[in-house]
């Protein structure tokens, strides 16, 4: 089946810190993989995506390579901002259009 | 970029009581609308996907009867949930495709039943 394992919050980062949020994913076919993110208040919006194994996406200093060797897509920001805080969701649609998410895994960045 | 708006945007109801819930896309049109519902601390997961004009597919396990969802416009799909009760609580959130590529989120709707 197809499924989504990203890893549990919150997490909490100072201002400039690595960030990496874990995300694996079990499915049939080859899917496309997504990280969208949650500002309090809004609805999901997409950061960043990916259609094939080794691809890279990228956006607004996030990024994630999809490896399909170990089934993952983690996200990475080398420096995060107090507006980086926000949930983020990792997911994959497969070849029926179908999305799965993950559980979200909710970021705070202090000053 | 394209905004999905829903209304309410939480809402209390007794036990026994119907729910609507209203799913717009403000600017563009959304062939195809999706509803996903939320618990606490675990994934989204899809519930239902309709078309505009034609009767949605709802997924394994989600009863058709008490979650009616129309998706009358290319701009409004609604989702009633019929005598509401407690286990119905939670968060569901719409959201709007153009073209089944990308996915257009609504900010949810957070339904507690008494």
């Known amino acids: 089946g197809n499924s989504v394992t990203q890893m549990e919050g919150p997490v909490t980062l100072s201002e400039e810190a690595f960030l990496t949020i874990n995300c694996t994913y079990t499915a049939t076919g080859y899917p496309s993989l997504f990280w969208y993110v949650q500002y309090p208040g809004e609805g999901l919006q997409l950061l960043l995506k990916?259609?094939?194994?080794?691809d890279k996406g990228s956006n607004k200093g996030f990024e994630a390579t999809y490896r399909k060797e170990t089934t993952s897509f983690h996200l990475e920001k080398g420096s995060v901002q107090v507006s980086d805080s926000a949930v983020y969701f990792c997911a994959l649609k497969n070849t029926g259009n179908q999305f799965y998410f993950g559980t979200g895994t909710s970021l705070t960045v202090i000053p | 970029g394209a905004v999905v708006s829903q209304h309410p945007s939480w809402v209390i109801c007794k036990s026994g009581t119907s729910v609507k819930i209203e799913c717009r896309s403000l600017d563009f049109q959304a062939t195809t609308m999706f509803w996903y519902r939320q618990f606490p601390k675990q994934s989204l997961m899809l519930m239902a996907t309709?078309?505009?004009?034609?009767?949605?597919?709802?997924e394994q396990g989600v009863e058709k009867d008490k979650f009616l969802i129309n998706h009358a416009s290319l701009t409004l799909s609604t989702l009633t949930v019929t005598s509401a009760h407690p286990e119905d609580s939670s968060f569901y959130i719409c959201?709007?495709?153009?073209?089944?590529?990308?996915?257009?989120f609504g900010p949810g709707t957070r339904l507690l039943v008494l």
């Open positions: 990916a259609t094939k194994a080794d």
């Open positions: 959201s709007g495709s153009r073209n089944r590529e990308t996915q257009y």
């Open positions: 309709s078309n505009e004009g034609s009767k949605a597919t709802y």
